[in-house]
Structure formats: C-alpha cells, structure tokens
C-alpha cells in the first residue's frame, strides 16, 4: 500500500477568473507530499479558487496545474479522481440516502462503464468507513445525522476513492468547535496514518496553526507567505492578510503561533482585559482563542 | 470502536446493505409490474363487447379464438399498449429531470417541454390542418426545440438547474400563451379536434404510435442504462461530480436529451397526458426507498398510472368517455399544490 510513489501536485504561473474578473493574476505554488497544507486568507481573497483550480474545476486562463508533472487537464478526468480527491464546500446528498450508499459511490472512478461491484470496492468502502468512524451508522438516512457525522460520511467517501492527495474547502465552516476539531483530528489521523497529502482552506487561523504542517497564506489572488506556521504568521503578516492588528502569543496548548485580535472596539472591554498587558494565563488565552475563532469564521455564507 | 455484528465482516455487511437495497427495488418494479400487466388485461376486455380476462389473457398468448383475437389485438390492444408505453417513457423523462435538476418540480409538464409539443402540434392542427403523423412528427420537433432553446438560455458557465426550471416555466408560459393564440384563430371544429389532442388522448391509437413508441423505447433503453450510473453521480452536486472524474456537462446535457427524446415521443403518440411525468418518480422513489431515481420503477409507475387512468376515463362514467389526460391532471394537480406547499413551508426548492 505505501509501496507506489506518492503523487504530487503542484501549480505554475496560474492566472484564473470568472467571466470577465480574474481572480489569481500569477500563482505558481508547488504543495508539499505527505503534509498537511492549509490554506488562509480573507473573504475573497482566492483561496476557494486556488483550491478549485487544483482539483481541475476551474480551467486556468494561463498556466497550468501540473499533477506528477502532467498538465492535470490532460489527463482523463477520471484517472485524475484516482490520485486526487476533492470535497466541496457545500456537497449535497439525495434525499434518503443512506451512509454506506453515499460513501459507495465514491468508488465511482474505480468502476467501469457500467457498476460492477467487486470485493475490492467493499473492502475500499468498509475501510473508509473505519477510517472515519461511521461504520456503525451505515444504514441510517444522512438527513438525519449531525453536522459533524454528516461531513464525516462525505470525508469517508472522498476517501472510498483511495486517492493519495485529498482536498477540502472548508470542511468545518458549518460546524461547531467540538466537531470542528473532531473533522481536523481525522484528517491528521488520515495523514499520519497513510501519508496523505491533504490540502485544506480554513477560516480560523489558530486551527490553521495547529493543524497544518505547510501553510499558505494568500491576499488579493496572491500567495503572501508560505512555509511553517510558526515563520508564516507573524504580527505583520496577519495584519497584510486579514487588514487586522493583532497579537501572535504562542497556542497554550499546542505551542504554535496564536492570533489574538485587537480589534477598533477593545476599549469597550476594557475591565476584562487590559489592553497591552496580556496575561499569559491558558485560561485567558483559551477565551481568547474561542474569541478569535468566532471572529474568523465566516457568517456570510 | 464498539464490535459490529460478530459473523460478518466491514465488507460483508457493506455488500449485504447494497444486496438490501437492491432487493427491494427489483421487488417494487416487480409488483408494479404484476397491477400493471392486471389492469392492462381488465382494460382489454371491457369495452362494447366483454371479454373475460381469462380469455383475453389466452389470446395474448396465442391461445383465443377468432373472434376474441380480432377485438383483442386489433381493437383494443394498439390502445392499451400505446398508453403503457407512453406511461413507461413519461414516468422515466419524469425520473431524469426530477434529478438532473434535484427538483420535484422538474418534469417536462411543468417546464416547457410538453408546452412546446403543444403549440407546436396546435400549429399543425389549426394553421397547417395536419393530422395523425405529420401532428405527432411537429410535436417531436416542439419539445427539441423547446429543449433547445431552454438548454441555450439556461447556459452560463454550464447549466444550473434551478435556472434551468425558471427558464422553462418561462418558455412553456410562452408556449401556452402562443397555443391560446392559435386557437382564438381557429374555427369552432378545428379548435375541438386541437383540444382534445391538448388534453392528451389515447383514443383511436393504431400500431404505428405503438411501433413508433417501442422502437424509441428499445433504442434508448441501453443509453438510459449507461446514463442512470452518471445520474447518481450527478445528484451529488456539480463540484462533487467533478471530483469523482465525472464529465458533468457532457452527462448532463446527455440525459437531458434522453428525458426530453422520451416526453416528445409519449406527448406525440398522445398529446400531452399531463402530470403522469409528474407524480411517477416521487412514488416509485418512496416506494422503493431510493435516493436515485429509481428508472425502471419509476418508468412502471408512469404505466400504472396512466393505464388506470385510461381505464378510469373509459368506462368509470358509463357512455361517458374522457380523453385520459382529464384523469390524470385529476390525481396530479392536488400532488403539485402538496408539493407547492411544503416547499413554501420549507423554503427551500424542496
């Protein structure tokens, strides 16, 4: 299983856009094999885009993608869905459907013209599902499951493909915290296990601090900053990403970077917290951290 | 993780839920099959002269006598054959639209499809004078046309289905209102001929709609296979599709063809038999329990219904006879409020 070499994905002089407005002018990135790479920034800023452009579902104007080296629009879509996985923002399931259905027809590029199913295909799928920890809920309907255990069932699918490299588009957008870390503890499990090479766009940064060993920090089309979390956000650089001040104090728990925003309107809580004395209490920094991720995520969507 | 059932293994269980899911499709499609193939045998022996059914069952065998055969197969079979077939083709256009476009609403009566075959057909009738097959060959022409042109206007970077709904609401208003137009124009007779033709009528149908409805059948019964296996993927959304190494457009636009080649034939061999594309697919669906479409039930169901419904309509009111189309549109007109409805309570395009 871990014999065949790894694929690689990677991107040269990317310009992509809708209709008339380009979103990336020149982007050329290459993704680390066998890591987890986050990808950060503000609304609009051409992270979903990048992402998309990676999995094939945007054509670049210019530049191409470029999957083991080849041109990834040269390839047969279907070879491309063997070695690359991808799971949107806003997947939707039929009505009724059940868990083993659902995370079954991510076998879909494994099969041939017509479904045939094989031992193989059981086993891939009966795997993804113990992977994901949604064996015991194979039969229930998806309409009726949680947020966390639904994003599970479409995490186990993308997975029945058996793909090296996995991407996600903000795959904990519409979840709450405890389920938040119950997706990203997964896909850790998935890359250490396995070494997958994941891609994800996340809206939090502190979770992108943690959870990402590569992180890719873009604005306005752009990529920033790339590289470590820890050289990556910096003071300066969130303050160019997100048009934020902030404070970066490391993470209580884990050690990495930790944003703190300041905000215009921090003289109005002024008796809870002093404004330049941080007190480097874990419990102060945790509230804080649960601040900054509730001023992170999105509420647009 | 908390031990499954001991005797199987992961796979085992994974291949024994599809083994589940699968029986009971193949059930479902077989019991419709069976009332269908009843109701089928009932309507060929009612009629002017009654004919047990243990008898006409004979005769469709081979086993009757002379006469028997003659009002069998001759009268009354073209007739019964002509509505299953159209049945079996609406209830599966109705399945493939329904989830092309994830939409309940989508069927080709309720976007312009039909409405197209229609003013075409009226055309035919009321300016042209046409009858019989050159009415039926215009109306195919309609609802390509119709198709086309919605597919055209509904295309902005690929085909979104719920603009492709609104675009064909919009062209089968267009489309009715030109039908209204053409029949205020026409003479008192002219208009009644087109009317019933509007309201879908298995009167008087010979071999050749039965022919020409079974040659398209079988032509596109291997495609529909081929298909259905992309429609599955389909129905999880363009972007998921694309991961999967789906050719969404390209599958999209097939099945589109397929669904509207399927409702041009059926409305063309007898007019536009309203709602049957409609209410098919969500009861074959919820009696199968399929998140897919469910073809060949949903394609039985369409059959069932408007087997019954011509049977209902041909001799539920004595001497009285409706054209099938009346009785239809009396069972799916109060499904399309309920569903209209929910959707409202819901918000959402259901």
């Known amino acids: 299983?871990?014999?065949?070499?790894?694929?690689?994905?990677?991107?040269?002089?990317?310009?992509?856009?809708?209709?008339q407005r380009e979103i990336i002018h020149d982007l050329s990135v290459r993704i680390p094999t066998?890591?987890?790479?986050?990808?950060?920034?503000?609304?609009?800023?051409?992270?979903?885009?990048?992402?998309?452009?990676?999995?094939?579902?945007?054509?670049?104007?210019?530049?191409?993608?470029?999957?083991?080296?080849?041109?990834?629009?040269?390839?047969?879509?279907?070879?491309?869905?063997?070695?690359?996985?991808?799971?949107?923002?806003?997947?939707?399931?039929?009505?009724?459907?059940t868990v083993a259905d659902l995370v079954g027809r991510g076998r879909y590029p494994r099969q041939g013209w017509i479904r045939q199913w094989t031992k193989g295909d059981d086993e891939a799928i009966a795997d993804a599902m113990r992977s994901t920890d949604v064996l015991e809920i194979a039969d229930r309907p998806i309409d009726e499951l949680s947020g966390g255990q639904r994003q599970r069932v479409w995490i186990a699918m993308a997975l029945?493909?058996?793909?090296?490299?996995?991407?996600?588009?903000?795959?904990?957008?519409?979840?709450?915290?405890?389920?938040?870390?119950?997706?990203?503890?997964?896909?850790?499990?998935?890359?250490?296990?396995?070494?997958?090479?994941i891609v994800l766009?996340?809206?939090?940064?502190?979770?992108?601090?943690?959870?990402?060993?590569?992180?890719?920090?873009?604005?306005?089309?752009?990529?920033?900053?790339?590289?470590?979390?820890?050289?990556?956000?910096?003071?300066?650089?969130?303050?160019?990403?997100?048009?934020?001040?902030v404070k970066v104090i490391p993470d209580p728990v884990a050690g990495t970077p930790m944003v703190v925003p300041i905000g215009r309107h921090t003289t109005r809580t002024d008796q809870v917290t002093p404004e330049n004395a941080p007190e480097s209490t874990a419990a102060k920094a945790l509230a804080a951290s649960a601040a900054a991720s509730g001023i992170c995520r999105p509420t647009d969507r | 993780m908390a031990s499954l059932t001991t005797e199987h293994t992961p796979a085992q269980v994974i291949a024994h839920a599809r083994a589940v899911r699968q029986a009971r499709n193949l059930v479902v499609s077989v019991v419709l099959a069976v009332i269908v193939f009843a109701i089928f045998c009932v309507s060929l022996s009612l009629g002017d002269f009654k004919i047990p059914v243990i008898d006409v069952v004979k005769t469709l065998f081979g086993g009757g006598d002379k006469a028997t055969e003659f009002i069998v197969n001759r009268l009354r079979l073209p007739r019964a054959l002509t509505g299953i077939l159209v049945g079996l083709a609406l209830g599966m256009s109705g399945a493939i639209f329904q989830s092309v476009?994830?939409?309940?609403?989508?069927?080709?009566?309720?976007?312009?499809?039909?409405?197209?075959?229609?003013?075409?057909?009226?055309f035919?009738?009321?300016?042209?004078?046409?009858?019989?097959?050159?009415?039926s060959g215009l109306a195919i022409v309609g609802a390509l046309l119709t198709a086309f042109t919605m597919y055209l206007l509904a295309w902005r970077?690929?085909?979104?289905?719920?603009?492709?709904?609104?675009?064909?609401?919009?062209?089968?208003?267009?489309?009715?209102?030109?039908?209204?137009?053409?029949?205020?124009?026409?003479?008192?007779?002219?208009?009644?001929?087109?009317?019933?033709?509007?309201?879908?009528?298995?009167?008087?149908?010979?071999?050749?709609?039965?022919?020409?409805?079974?040659?398209?059948?079988?032509v596109l019964a291997p495609v529909i296979v081929l298909l259905v296996h992309r429609l599955r993927i389909l129905q999880l959304g363009d972007e998921t599709a694309y991961g999967l190494g789906l050719r969404v457009e390209r599958s999209r636009l097939g099945l589109i063809v397929i669904a509207v080649l399927l409702a041009a034939v059926a409305t063309a061999a007898a007019g536009p038999v309203g709602f049957v594309a409609f209410v098919a697919p969500p009861i074959a669906r919820w009696l199968t329990r399929s998140p897919g479409p469910a073809m060949l039930a949903s394609g039985l169901m369409g059959a069932l219904v408007v087997a019954l419904s011509d049977l209902v309509a041909q001799h539920a009111l004595g001497e009285t006879q409706l054209p099938v189309g009346v009785v239809t549109g009396v069972i799916g007109a109060p499904y399309l409020m309920f569903l209209l409805a929910r959707t409202n309570r819901i918000g959402s395009g259901g």
């Open chain 1, 1 to 19: 299983m871990e014999a065949e070499v790894e694929d690689s994905l990677s991107a040269e002089n990317l310009a992509v856009g809708y209709d």
């Open chain 1, 34 to 97: 066998g890591r987890i790479t986050v990808i950060v920034g503000a609304n609009a800023c051409g992270k979903s885009t990048l992402l998309k452009t990676l999995a094939r579902l945007l054509k670049p104007s210019r530049g191409t993608v470029l999957l083991d080296g080849k041109s990834i629009q040269s390839i047969p879509t279907r070879t491309v869905a063997t070695k690359l996985g991808l799971l949107p923002q806003s997947p939707t399931a039929p009505e009724g459907i």
């Open chain 1, 160 to 197: 029945a493909q058996e793909t090296d490299i996995l991407l996600l588009d903000e795959p904990t957008t519409f979840l709450d915290l405890t389920h938040q870390f119950e997706v990203l503890d997964l896909l850790v499990d998935l890359n250490k296990r396995d070494q997958r090479t």
């Open chain 1, 201 to 245: 766009v996340l809206h939090d940064l502190n979770q992108a601090c943690r959870f990402g060993d590569h992180l890719i920090a873009m604005k306005d089309g752009a990529i920033v900053a790339e590289g470590d979390p820890r050289l990556v956000i910096t003071e300066e650089v969130v303050q160019d990403v997100f048009g934020l001040a």
């Open chain 2, 101 to 122: 476009a994830r939409n309940p609403l989508a069927s080709p009566d309720i976007i312009g499809v039909t409405y197209g075959a229609s003013a075409f057909a009226v």
């Open chain 2, 124 to 135: 035919a009738i009321v300016t042209l004078g046409l009858t019989g097959t050159a009415v």
């Open chain 2, 157 to 218: 970077r690929g085909v979104s289905s719920y603009r492709l709904i609104l675009v064909g609401i919009g062209i089968g208003a267009i489309a009715t209102s030109l039908t209204s137009y053409l029949l205020t124009k026409a003479r008192v007779e002219v208009a009644q001929q087109a009317l019933i033709w509007l309201t879908g009528s298995l009167n008087g149908r010979d071999w050749s709609h039965v022919r020409s409805l079974a040659f398209t059948l079988v």
